[in-house]
Antibody
Framework: QVQLQESGPGLVKPSQTLSLTCAVS??????????WNWIRQAPGKGLEWIGY???????FYKPSLKSRLTMSLDTSKNQFSLNLKSVTAADTAVYFC????????????WGQGTLVSVSS | DIQMTQSPSTLSASVGDRVTLTCRAS??????LAWYQQKPGKAPKLLIH???SLQSGVPSRFSGSGSGTEFTLTISSLQPDDFATYYC?????????FGPGTKLEIK
């Protein structure tokens, strides 16, 4: 059974960097068959796709976040990560990691999500 | 970006009702569309992909149809577990986008 689990600080100060990790169990992230994604949901709002990474190193980020965003993966730990710099209160959200098939980009598996608040 | 809209924003219905939710894209997305169900405090769950393909394990009372710019999700007979918020998502473009959601409430 494949599972995804997000982890990271629940509180980040404005202008600092938000860093999250998604641990994958039950499947290898070193697969040509999948993209590994981050999606967020501000409190009471809808879903916003942030970006994906493929194990061969290709990434694609939402254009409006591209200048602040970096994704990486660690095949030895079977996990992937998100770094979003220069955060503001607008980045407060539940952050989900999710898997999508290559080349389709619908999300068939999700982590439970982790709330990150940006506040001083 | 391709913009997605959903209607209605809220729908009140009763157990046993047949309901149809609508999703529209700002430009053609052929059948690159998925539907998700989300309950409070939970991650979304994939119901339908490629506009009409039922995801494994999803009850057959859920069905999807449409192509181009207009799509529907139909629940043939509402069950208590179906009251949730439903989102559509286009993935024609790499910069995929979600609709704002339809909240399905108990009447």
């Amino acid at each position: 059974q494949v599972q995804l689990q997000e982890s990271g600080p629940g509180l980040v100060k404005p202008s600092q960097t938000l860093s999250l990790t998604c641990a994958v169990s039950g499947a290898s992230i070193s697969s040509d068959d999948y993209y590994w994604n981050w999606i967020r949901q501000a409190p009471g709002k809808g879903l916003e796709w942030i970006g994906y990474i493929h194990y061969r190193g290709s990434t694609f980020y939402k254009p409006s976040l591209k200048s602040r965003l970096t994704m990486s993966l660690d095949t030895s730990k079977n996990q992937f990560s998100l770094n979003l710099k220069s955060v503001t209160a607008a980045d407060t959200a539940v952050y989900f990691c999710a898997r999508s098939d290559y080349p389709s980009l619908y999300f068939d598996l999700w982590g439970q999500g982790t709330l990150v608040s940006v506040s001083s | 970006d391709i913009q997605m809209t959903q209607s209605p924003s809220t729908l009140s219905a009763s157990v046993g009702d047949r309901v149809t939710l609508t999703c529209r894209a700002s430009q053609t997305i052929t059948t690159w569309l998925a539907w998700y169900q989300q309950k409070p405090g939970k991650a979304p769950k994939l119901l339908i992909h490629d506009a009409s393909s039922l995801q494994s394990g999803v009850p057959s009372r859920f069905s999807g149809s449409g192509s181009g710019t207009e799509f529907t999700l139909t629940i043939s007979s509402l069950q208590p577990d179906d009251f949730a918020t439903y989102y559509c998502q286009q993935y024609k473009s790499y910069s995929n986008t979600f609709g704002p959601g339809t909240k399905l409430e108990i009447k």
